[in-house]
């Protein structure tokens, strides 16, 4: 249950002979607030991940767990799938080119993680559909989201298409569940907006050494709190991508990548993934430019400066490591079979004649600005259209490239598992 108090209201430090009463600024879902901090006070200061986990994910609490609409127009911040059914619509003639690809299979497991409230499975289920009834009867759609209240809205989304039948019972789960005993899958698995709401870990370096921050509780509010790293993965990882921090620079390490292609790699058989987010190749993401890292609290589609205000109702977010994101991938058993632009992909998938149409079969000529507008967000590289589509695959064949990555840019990263 959320918990009453308003946002911006304070919680004390419980009473104690050693911590007197202070005026506290901590604020956001006070129950939350409380049960972290009573962690931490139990236990010690965590991992900023730790702390991140709770703030998003807290069963009851958690900025993803709530009822109120996070992506959306009238929401927190507006993702691609949301601002307009195009992508969606799009992206379903690359699922299709997978089902062709893979020789047609009977069976063709669609997975979405981050599903959210269905903006891009609608679209694209019914994209499938108008493309090639072959596919769309072979399609089993699998959505992976950790909100119950998304997932209800997702399923209605679906029923008004008459697209539900495509759904399976009991596909609708939450990442962190134990898979479902299941036969590996062939098929496509998305991922948009998905991987930068993995918690991270916060590390420094500081003469010399590598620090983690972590997260205490002070005078009434979380604080940061340097600490030992709290796992010798985190000075591995950056060994292996070759990143040397600057002295002070701090950055985000995020160490869910992993074992999320790890238990990939144990469930489909064959197939594409395609990671779709805001990123950059480690050398640019920790470069010593960035002396501060990219985490980012956001609400009411505003940056906001600080990830402990507001806990539980506000998003938190960093840029995802697409170095880390090819590493873990082929240390699961997959191809990096390229990574383009999401400009460049829409555009490689020809959504300017879905555009076209769209505009043609407009009720007005606001509606018809209104689609033209969405799909030059969706393609500015200032936009969303800068955003990253990394595209990894198990045992696909690399040649010729999905229509997706056309642009001979996009295969650059290319690299057979070795
Ligand atoms: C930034 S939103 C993006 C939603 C949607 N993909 C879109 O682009 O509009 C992230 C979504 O991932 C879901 N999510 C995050 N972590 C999850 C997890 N571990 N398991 C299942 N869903 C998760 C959240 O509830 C949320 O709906």
Redesign the pocket.
């Known amino acids: 249950m959320r918990s009453e108090s308003q946002p911006g209201g304070a919680l004390p430090d419980p009473p104690s002979p050693e911590t007197p009463i202070a005026p506290a600024p901590a604020s956001g879902d006070l129950d939350l607030v409380a049960t972290i901090r009573d962690e931490i006070l139990r236990d010690g200061p965590i991992t900023f991940a730790r702390f991140m986990q709770r703030a998003l994910?807290e069963p009851g609490h958690g900025y993803?767990v709530a009822p109120e609409e996070?992506?959306g127009r009238t929401g927190d911040f507006l993702?691609?799938?949301?601002a307009h059914w195009l992508f969606g619509r799009t992206i379903a003639r690359q699922v299709s080119e997978c089902w062709e690809r893979l020789g047609r299979p009977r069976s063709f497991a669609v997975r979405e993680?981050?599903?959210?409230s269905g903006?891009?499975a609608a679209p694209m289920l019914a994209g499938i559909r108008e493309e090639s009834a072959g596919a769309f009867a072979a399609t089993r759609y699998e959505p992976?989201?950790?909100?119950a209240h998304?997932l209800a809205e997702l399923r209605a989304a679906l029923e008004q298409e008459r697209l539900d039948d495509r759904l399976s019972p009991g596909d609708l789960r939450?990442?962190?569940r134990p898979p479902e005993p299941q036969a590996g899958f062939t098929g496509v698995v998305l991922a948009?907006?998905?991987v930068d709401?993995m918690p991270v870990h916060r590390v420094e370096r500081r003469e010399g050494r590598l620090v983690e921050v972590g997260v205490a509780w002070r005078d009434g509010r979380f604080v940061d709190e340097p600490m030992p790293p709290s796992t010798p993965e985190l000075e591995a990882y950056l060994e292996r991508a070759a990143v040397q921090l600057a002295e002070g620079q701090r950055t985000e390490i995020n160490l869910g990548i992993r074992p999320w292609f790890a238990q990939l790699a144990e469930e489909m058989t064959r197939g594409w993934v395609f990671v779709i987010d805001y990123g950059l190749p480690a050398a640019e993401l920790h470069s010593a430019r960035r002396r501060q890292g990219t985490l980012k609290a956001i609400a009411r589609q505003q940056v906001l400066a600080d990830p402990y205000a507001d806990v539980g109702r506000q998003d938190l977010t960093a840029h995802v490591d697409l170095t880390a994101l090819e590493l873990a991938a082929r240390d699961a058993g997959f191809d990096a079979v390229g990574r383009t632009t999401q400009g460049r992909f829409l555009v490689a998938l020809d959504l300017g004649s879905l555009l076209l149409e769209a505009q043609r079969r407009a009720s007005s000529v606001n509606e018809a600005l209104e689609t033209r507008s969405a799909a030059m967000w969706l393609l500015d590289p200032r936009r969303t259209g800068g955003f990253a589509v990394s595209v990894f695959g198990r045992d696909v064949p690399l040649e010729p490239p999905l229509r997706g990555l056309a642009d001979p840019t996009a295969r650059a990263t290319c690299r057979r598992r070795p």
């Open positions: 994910y993803y996070r992506p993702t691609s799938p949301e993680y981050g599903a959210g903006a891009l992976i989201e950790a909100n998304r939450a990442a962190e948009n907006e998905f709401a």
